[in-house]
């Protein structure tokens, strides 16, 4: 019996060559076996030895599997429940109880069949996401010649044609046409997403594998290997991080450790209960066996494995990579969310909003600096300054800038013919650089109180002026922070790198907390001071908030799909850039939690119901497996229950936020 987890982690290999679902089949052949035994016997129709004929096939249906799974354990030098079923039946045979032995071995195969089937469906779920990649792609050689190559052949720079309402073969740029895209296999999204060779939207041009066409054809370049596809990397961490144990499976397995000594010391004692009391030996025997089969842990050790296999499933349905049970049951205890503002309560892709120059500065100047420089920075600033920058200016500025430094939280500085530094006066006190004049920085702090993120462009030793730019709240940021304040989260902060006042006043439109001019360190060191009172969810895009995801008890990441980071760090992945994911997330895991305790509550509570009742002999062992089996089944189809998990509608009523 020290394997008790043989419904749920053994792969069962050795079964398919039979074909699927043959385990029920089976158990069904041996239950009309048995049934014809039984009828037989009873009314004494035809001779003994064609009734055990009967029972036996009835026998060798039920125990085929059990036979299997017991020689399987046996070879890894362990034996577990199926071993003691099937000593069960043949003590039955020996004894002429062939009826006896036949149910027995009847409903263990019956109701583990269907657990290994139930198991599957969840198991399956998460398996598909693996087949949504075509097998073969249609390559574009350079003579325009179209071939058809696996999709492993596929290397960067490939071009590929996707033909209309086919799947897209590989992770790449559209680099001819126009078309809608069904990207829900991989965010979960069922709106279709116009897909252009317009590179000025990053995400109208990245295409991903498994994602399907819609009705023009498209011609990509493959940005990617298949085994860095974003489907394969989401395959490969779902079922990489499925084996780390959650919290309440390692107290499961703890519990196991003490328990299995106690019952096994039980089953011997009650062996000898023939010596004080007046039976034989066999029904102290029979006793124990049913004493066994009652205390078994089957349905303990698969409630939550049942249930984080089933959440897990259910989130990646809805475009949200959980990374294990932890994670999982974490999301279910979260009362604490800390956003980051770029790229999570907004969109990430500002815009400049006014260009101020000082003295005789020409604001073709200033741009050409700014652009050169900021050219050189990954930043949403940066990305925003040159982008905007180049359309005013009408060009591309040519100057060579060198040696990008990016300070932390504060912003540039670069070299052309001397300094440029760019960025929050913080940036130029800890360069120990007087500031701008107080009436420049007045302009400066008045743009600031507008909420307009300001910074200073500094080139040889003279300020050349401010540009101001503003990013847009996401469209579903309010709703979303709706949603939280409705299912019970009352802590809800913003943490920003950027100025107090710009923070201030997104964090006033959607009525929460929010501290500004934070260091990525000190986003950190504000989670961390609050984990000590609160299970702390920090949602970030991954750029500046790394850290503070790390100390949070989960860190959760938007829009992660095509940033490779974000997915490998985050304990949680909201793929598409729907923030409204996150509140289904939280009520997902805590409709997970909920399921685990209903099914530790049922396994626990049919042990303690029938391990006495066995041991006082007023439940035989036929009842027991009954029960045992059933309680081991009740479990996992609760655990199901999650596959098919919907947030309740209500959650989204701003009516209800007012109530509050
Ligand atoms: N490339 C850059 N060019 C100019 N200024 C920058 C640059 N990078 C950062 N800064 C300055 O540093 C500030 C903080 O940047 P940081 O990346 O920490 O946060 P953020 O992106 O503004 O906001 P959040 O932390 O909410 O994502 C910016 O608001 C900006 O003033
Ligand atoms: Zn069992």
């Not at 096994?264 to 009650?270: A, E, K």
């Not at 260009?355 to 050409?368: A, D, K, S, W």
């Not at 070299?415 to 420049?440: H, M, T, V």
């Not at 920085?441 to 540009?467: M, P």
Request: aromatic share 6%.
């Amino acid at each position: 019996m020290s394997s008790h987890h043989h419904h749920c982690d053994h792969h069962h290999t050795h079964i398919h060559f039979l074909g699927k679902n043959s385990e029920i089949k089976f158990s069904i052949i041996c239950g009309i076996f048995l049934l014809a035994g039984f009828l037989l016997d009873t009314f004494n129709i035809v001779s003994k030895p064609i009734t055990i004929g009967i029972f036996l096939i009835s026998y060798i249906f039920g125990s085929f599997y059990a036979i299997l799974e017991a020689y399987e354990t046996m070879k890894k030098g362990k034996f577990d429940i199926e071993f003691l079923m099937l000593v069960a039946a043949i003590g039955a045979a020996v004894l002429d109880k062939w009826a006896e032995g036949a149910l027995l071995l009847f409903l263990f195969s019956l109701g583990h069949s269907l657990e290994h089937y139930a198991m599957n469906k969840a198991r399956n779920a998460i398996k598909s996401l693996a087949n949504l990649s075509p097998k073969t792609a249609f390559k574009k050689t350079e003579n325009g010649k179209i071939t058809e190559i696996d999709i492993n052949e596929i290397n960067i720079g490939d071009t590929l044609i996707v033909k209309p309402h086919t799947k897209i073969p590989a992770d790449g740029k559209v680099n001819k046409g126009r078309s809608y895209v069904n990207q829900a296999s991989i965010t979960g999204e069922s709106m279709p997403v116009l897909k252009t060779d317009n590179s000025d939207k990053k995400e109208h041009i990245e295409v991903f594998a498994g994602t399907i066409n819609g009705d023009e054809t498209l011609e990509i370049l493959a940005t990617k290997k298949a085994e860095d596809f974003t489907i394969s990397r989401l395959v490969k961490l779902i079922s990489e991080n499925q084996a780390k144990k959650s919290p309440t499976q390692k107290f499961a397995d703890k519990f196991e450790k003490i328990y299995v000594p106690i019952v096994l010391g039980l089953v011997i004692l009650l062996n000898f209960a023939f010596l004080l009391l007046d039976e034989l030996y066999v029904e102290s025997f029979y006793r124990s066996m049913a004493m066994l089969v009652a205390a078994s842990p089957c349905a303990l050790a698969i409630s939550t494995p049942s249930a984080v296999l089933s959440g897990i499933s259910r989130a990646a349905q809805k475009g949200i990579l959980v990374k294990g049970g932890k994670a999982l049951e974490a999301l279910g205890q979260i009362n604490f969310v800390a956003f980051d503002k770029t790229g999570t309560l907004t969109i990430g892709e500002p815009k400049i909003t006014e260009i101020i120059t000082f003295g005789n500065t020409t604001q073709q100047e200033l741009l050409e600096i700014s652009i050169s420089a900021e050219m050189l920075s990954d930043h949403p600033i940066a990305k925003a300054i040159v982008k905007d920058g180049i359309q005013k200016l009408g060009k591309h500025p040519e100057k060579h800038v060198t040696n990008l430094v990016a300070h932390q939280g504060k912003g540039i500085s670069a070299e052309y013919q001397g300094k440029i530094l760019i960025g929050q006066p913080s940036l130029f006190e800890s360069l120990n650089i007087p500031l701008p004049s107080l009436d420049e920085l007045n302009i400066f702090h008045k743009l600031e109180a507008k909420a307009n993120t300001s910074i200073l462009v500094y080139h040889k030793d003279k300020y050349l002026g401010i540009i101001s730019i503003q990013d847009t709240l996401r469209d579903d940021a309010e709703k979303t922070i709706i949603s939280l304040r409705n299912i019970g989260i009352k802590n809800i902060e913003m943490l920003s790198g950027d100025n107090q006042n710009v923070a201030d006043s997104i964090a006033k439109h959607l009525s929460i907390q929010a501290k500004g001019e934070l260091l990525p360190e000190e986003k950190a060191q504000i989670i961390k001071n609050k984990s000590h009172q609160f299970k702390i969810a920090m949602v970030g895009d991954g750029v500046n908030d790394a850290p503070a995801m790390v100390e949070s008890d989960i860190g959760i990441a938007m829009g992660a799909a095509g940033s490779e980071v974000a997915m490998e760090t985050a304990d949680v992945a909201l793929l598409s850039d729907k923030l409204s994911k996150l509140p289904y997330s939280i009520a997902l895991g805590r409709q997970t939690r909920k399921i685990i305790k209903q099914n530790l509550c049922i396994s626990l509570g049919v042990v303690a119901l029938l391990m006495p009742l066995t041991i006082l002999g007023i439940a035989n062992i036929g009842w027991a497996v009954l029960i045992h089996e059933g309680s081991t089944m009740v479990v996992v189809l609760n655990a199901l229950r999650l596959l098919k998990f919907n947030m309740k509608e209500k959650a989204y009523n701003p009516l209800i936020q007012q109530s509050i």
